[in-house]
């Protein structure tokens, strides 16, 4: 009995092309919005997210450590040596990613999307000096996206909620 090859060769030809198309399908992640602003890992000297209840601020020792100093309001900080979170966090932030740009803050109203308190307040300080400070607003319509004010460009945009989830949930999840 003779086996016939050619469905496995049909098999394998299919099979190839679907890997192939399914390697080359661009992610869906960042596919829409702007790279707000681009720096290296290297440059970072520390990131500070600060609430009126919550101060938290990592300082990258390396790609893979980093220290984070917590401290919630009116206790004494705690400083502990960052897990993998901290790198995600250092790899969400290069580029900082807008998923939306809306525009110029004067134009706006800013009461609406909950950046006229300014209680919540994003910062990168980078080893040259420049300091990049962001205040954080309410989360958009139908979307899990935050609000930021560029103090620096006077201008608001939509980032990504999980990067700043990093720093809200410190305790748990960046140690």
């Known amino acids: 009995?003779?086996?016939?090859?050619?469905?496995?060769?049909?098999?394998?030809?299919?099979?190839?092309?679907?890997?192939?198309?399914?390697?080359?399908?661009?992610?869906?992640?960042?596919?829409?919005?702007?790279?707000?602003?681009?720096?290296?890992?290297?440059?970072?000297?520390?990131?500070?997210?600060?609430?009126?209840?919550?101060?938290?601020?990592?300082?990258?020792?390396?790609?893979?450590?980093?220290?984070?100093?917590?401290?919630?309001?009116?206790?004494?900080?705690?400083?502990?040596?960052?897990?993998?979170?901290?790198?995600?966090?250092?790899?969400?932030?290069?580029p900082f990613w807008a998923s939306k740009v809306l525009g110029d803050a004067g134009q706006l109203d800013l009461p609406a999307f909950g950046l006229d308190q300014g209680d919540m307040r994003f910062a990168v300080e980078l080893a040259n000096g420049k300091s990049l400070s962001y205040s954080i607003g309410g989360r958009g319509f139908q979307s899990s996206d935050l609000f930021v004010l560029d103090q620096q460009r006077a201008s608001v945009f939509l980032w990504d909620r999980q990067t700043v989830g990093v720093a809200t949930n410190t305790s748990a999840a960046a140690a």
Request: proline content about 6%.
């Open 1 to 94: 009995m003779k086996r016939k090859i050619w469905p496995y060769i049909v098999f394998a030809i299919c099979g190839s092309a679907l890997g192939l198309w399914v390697a080359l399908e661009s992610s869906p992640m960042r596919q829409q919005g702007v790279a707000w602003e681009s720096f290296k890992f290297e440059d970072i000297k520390s990131i500070s997210y600060q609430t009126p209840d919550l101060k938290v601020i990592f300082s990258p020792l390396s790609l893979n450590y980093g220290w984070i100093e917590y401290a919630a309001a009116g206790e004494t900080p705690h400083v502990f040596l960052a897990g993998p979170k901290g790198k995600e966090l250092w790899f969400n932030l290069s």
